[in-house]
């Protein structure tokens, strides 16, 4: 079955650049969109961005100007990168994989999740 | 920006029907889609495309939209459906950006 499964950051401080990893298993990298999503404290689920592998990817325009997503194809994984964190960017941070992309994105499976904490 | 509505709480005895509401002016174009996530724990999807099931969700949930709302319904419910629940959709304009409703918390009691 699919899994997927978030790197650990640990604590971050403001300023510093949060990287993520996705591990996938049971599903090609190549098959599919991916995507990263977040989870505040608050409880609010926030879309951050989704790439295709071969193609462009898509961000939160409010996150844009500080996120890219990538993938590699040869570990099956894909990654995400949010510059200059802030104590906003607190949150529990997801992986999942939308199954059709295009106009109609949405999301079938999900990592089980990693928090991440900025704080100086 | 564009914003999916939900009420902030639904109560339900066990074996009663709940019904969460998700108002949203892109749904009668999009599509929506119910997310649950216990304590703890990743979101799960239980509807998509308005009221479909993925395999291995329980044949009580149960999903349909009329205009800009769109309800999921939970026949029968159980001590084990206590959740938060989610709507999803995307906007209408230009490439598709996804949202998510606020939330509902479900009590079963």
């Known amino acids: 079955q699919v899994q997927l499964q978030e790197s650990d950051p640990g604590l971050l401080k403001p300023s510093e650049t949060l990287s993520l990893t996705c591990t996938v298993s049971?599903?090609?990298?190549?098959?599919?969109?991916w995507t990263w999503i977040r989870q505040s404290p608050g409880k609010e689920l926030e879309w951050i961005g989704s790439?295709?592998?071969?193609?462009?990817?898509n961000y939160n325009p409010s996150l844009k100007s500080r996120v890219t997503i990538s993938t590699d194809l040869s570990k099956n994984q894909f990654s995400l990168k949010l510059h200059s964190v802030t104590a906003a960017d607190t949150a529990v941070y997801y992986c999942?994989?939308?199954?059709?992309?295009?106009?109609?994105?949405?999301?079938?499976?999900w990592g089980q999740g990693t928090l991440v904490t900025v704080s100086s | 920006s564009y914003e999916l509505t939900q009420p902030p709480s639904v109560s339900v005895s066990p074996g009663q029907t709940a019904r969460i509401t998700c108002s949203g002016d892109?749904?009668?174009?999009?599509?929506a889609y119910w997310y649950q996530q216990k304590s703890g724990q990743a979101p799960v999807l239980v509807i998509y495309?308005?009221?479909k099931r993925p395999s291995g969700i329980p044949e009580r949930f149960s999903g349909s939209t009329s205009g800009t709302l769109a309800t999921l319904s939970i026949s029968g419910a159980q001590v084990e459906d206590e959740a938060d629940y989610y709507c999803?959709?995307?906007?209408?304009?230009?490439?598709?950006?996804?949202?998510f409703g606020p939330g509902t918390k479900v009590t079963v009691l």
């Open positions: 999942a994989r939308d199954p059709y992309g295009g106009n109609s994105p949405y999301f079938d499976h």
């Open positions: 049971g599903a090609s990298i190549g098959n599919y969109y």
């Open positions: 790439i295709y592998y071969g193609g462009s990817a």
């Open positions: 892109a749904l009668p174009k999009k599509y």
């Open positions: 495309e308005d009221n």
């Open positions: 999803y959709s995307t906007d209408n304009s230009g490439p598709p950006r996804p949202v």
